[in-house]
């Protein structure tokens, strides 16, 4: 049934993509009349594969367990949602987002050299999660870094430490105007989830109407009325 397959596929992609997922080239093998002698890089893919596919029974696991309500218009409804993928992220060993987010920072910052690609390379990281400046925090510390290039007469390295004390100094200032405190941080990390997890709700939502039209249009249900989607239970369709 199409609703099924939709819900299913969705929420597929949404454990999946708490965490890293190896291309599917990497474990397609053509037919051959006798297997070579197994690699250490075959070995390495197997094992991989059968790390992330315990990962991903272990979520769907949870996800079969849990009630989870479609409806991202509730905030009820999107903190137990995050509850959930919490739970799923806790059981299965999982990044969540702001972890993934610091991964992806390290990952994608190390080796530059200055201060300024740092930061461009920190707006490309935010732009490309989806995430919004809200405050425009990335214009005042741009801001800031031309106030200290301008002093310091130089591009600002960020082996520089003096300089790049400099520039601390200038972020918490921004920090201190903007109401941003480090000891708040967890606050926003779950305000980050929250945020995220009624996005993931207005996709599932989408998904199911978009299935529920698809089959309405087969003639053995045109008479049928849609459900609400609030109504439906994603434990059926796993």
């Given at each position: 049934m199409a609703f099924t397959s939709r819900i299913l596929s969705r929420s597929k992609q949404i454990v999946l993509q708490q965490d890293?997922?190896?291309p599917a080239r990497?474990?397609?093998?053509q037919a051959a009349p006798a297997a070579p002698p197994a690699l250490k890089g075959d070995e390495m893919l197997k094992n991989i594969f059968l790390e992330?596919?315990?990962k991903f029974?272990?979520?769907l696991g949870v996800l079969r367990k849990e009630k989870i309500t479609i409806d991202?218009?509730?905030p009820a409804a999107v903190a137990q949602y995050a509850k959930v993928m919490k739970t799923v992220r806790e059981?299965?060993?999982l990044f969540s987002e702001s972890q993934r987010i610091q991964h992806t920072i390290q990952t994608r910052t190390q080796g530059i050299q200055d201060a300024r690609t740092y930061l461009l390379t920190l707006k490309e990281i935010r732009i490309k999660r989806g995430l919004t400046d809200d405050l425009g925090a990335e214009a005042m510390m741009m801001d800031a870094l031309e106030k200290v290039e301008k002093e310091i007469k130089k591009p600002l390295l960020r082996s520089d430490k003096k300089g790049m004390a400099l520039l601390m100094n200038e972020f918490d200032t921004i920090n201190k105007k903007l109401g941003i405190r480090r000891e708040d941080l967890p606050k926003y990390e779950e305000q980050l989830?929250?945020?995220i997890a009624k996005a993931q709700l207005e996709e599932l939502k989408k998904d199911a109407l978009e299935a529920m039209e698809t089959q309405k249009k087969r003639e053995e249900f045109k008479d049928e009325e849609m459900v609400d989607v609030k109504s439906l239970d994603i434990r059926n369709f796993i």
């Open positions: 890293h997922i190896v990497f474990f397609a093998k992330v596919k315990k029974d272990t979520a991202p218009d509730d059981k299965a060993d989830e929250l945020k």
